[in-house]
């Protein structure tokens, strides 16, 4: 079965400094890999995905993530930190049509 | 881009009462809708996947004849809470599967059920 594991339920980081948000994920068959973002009170933002093309992927906002598959790993990441970065985000992969979440990671962003 | 216009936003009702959310694709056809809900500080937790004109197939624990969807058109699928309690109040949120969007998920701004 499918699913992800976000480590890390809270991340901390300076202004300027790099984001590093960790993801790995357990799949049968090459997944369909995603970063979302969920603003207070908002709903999911599509970050980026992964879709078996390009293994470095580039998304909005500046982030981008790797897929590893020897590592099992999506990590996301952000060369420079900004205040209006600060959210919840989350990892998710899909198989077939369903789509699994992992529990969250909320990034802080300290000035 | 692809759109989901899920409603309301925020609801407030009291217990007993039934609350219907609403999920349209906008500007093409989703061919599989997905429910979730988020309790406060958790993960997003799916609660039944549904295809345009079947039965939706809900996920373990969660109660069919309490939380109804209904898929019957291509552009709406809702999700009525029946008989609401106040441990349904949650965060509610749609996504919607287009087979033509080059794989896409597209989800709804989310509905924030409160029930008093």
């Known amino acids: 079965a499918q699913s992800v594991t976000q480590l890390g339920s809270h991340v901390s980081v300076s202004e300027g400094a790099l984001v590093l948000l960790r993801c790995n994920y357990s799949?049968?068959?090459?997944?369909?890999l995603f970063w979302y973002v969920q603003y207070p009170n908002q709903g999911l933002q599509l970050l980026l995905k992964?879709?078996?093309?390009?293994?470095l992927v580039k998304g909005i906002n500046g982030f981008e993530a790797e897929f590893k598959k020897s590592e099992t790993s999506f990590h996301l990441t952000k060369p420079s930190a900004h205040m209006s970065d600060a959210a919840e985000y989350f990892c998710?992969?899909?198989?077939?049509?369903?789509?699994?979440f992992g529990a969250g990671t909320r990034l802080t962003v300290k000035p | 881009g692809a759109v989901v216009s899920q409603h309301p936003s925020r609801v407030i009702c009291k217990s007993g009462t039934s609350v219907k959310i609403e999920c349209r694709s906008l500007?093409?056809?989703?061919?599989?809708m997905f429910w979730y809900r988020q309790f406060p500080k958790q993960s997003l937790m799916l609660m039944a996947t549904?295809?345009?004109?079947?039965?939706?197939?809900?996920e373990q624990g969660v109660e069919k004849d309490k939380f109804l969807i209904n898929h019957a058109s291509l552009t709406l699928s809702t999700l009525t809470v029946t008989s609401a309690h106040p441990e349904d109040s949650s965060f509610y949120i749609c996504?919607?599967?287009?087979?033509?969007?080059?794989?896409?998920?597209?989800f709804g701004s989310g509905t924030r059920l409160t029930v008093v």
């Open positions: 549904s295809n345009e004109g079947s039965k939706a197939t809900y």
């Open positions: 996504s919607a599967l287009s087979r033509t969007n080059n794989y896409g998920y597209t």
């Open positions: 998710a992969v899909s198989e077939d049509n369903d789509m699994r």
């Open positions: 799949s049968s068959v090459p997944p369909y």
């Open positions: 500007d093409f056809q989703a061919t599989t």
């Open positions: 992964y879709t078996s093309a390009a293994t």
